[in-house]
Nanobody, 121 residues
Framework: VQLQASGGGLVQAGDSLRLSCAASGRTFSRYAMGWFRQAPGKEREFVAAITSGGITYYADSVKDRFTISRDNAKNTVDLQMNTLKPEDTAVYYC????????????????WGQGTLVTVSS
């Protein structure tokens, strides 16, 4: 399984950014997908997840600002990030979930390489 995340960059507070993750090597539509992030010196934290059926989960810190979506025909999962804040600065990772809590990194077995999002104040 290969996951390729893209779309990161340097933006100003209040701006928007859209991340995309392209998956290959697995029947994409059968698996839940998640986005996590890791800021310097901090643990990897849950951002959002989407089930195979399109049910979504969000961290409280991004709820109402971020939207996760998937396109099973294209094997992609996107993260639309609006009203970005400096505290959103992190490397963002997409991952495939195999079992367990949607919110725990331990529930995900394959990870992309990460894409850096930097939000300046």
């Amino acid at each position: 399984v290969q996951l390729q995340a893209s779309g990161g960059g340097l933006v100003q507070a209040g701006d928007s950014l859209r991340l995309s993750c392209a998956a290959s090597g697995r029947t994409f539509s059968r698996y839940a997908m998640g986005w996590f992030r890791q800021a310097p010196g901090k643990e990897r934290e849950f951002v959002a997840a989407i089930t195979s059926g399109g049910i979504t989960y969000y961290a409280d810190s991004v709820k109402d600002r971020f939207t996760i979506s998937r396109d099973n025909a294209k094997n992609t999962v996107d993260l639309q990030m609006n009203t970005l804040k400096p505290e959103d600065t992190a490397v963002y990772y997409c991952a495939t979930r195999y079992s367990g809590s949607y919110y725990s990194p331990a529930s995900y077995d394959y990870w992309g390489q990460g894409t850096l999002v930097t939000v300046s104040s």
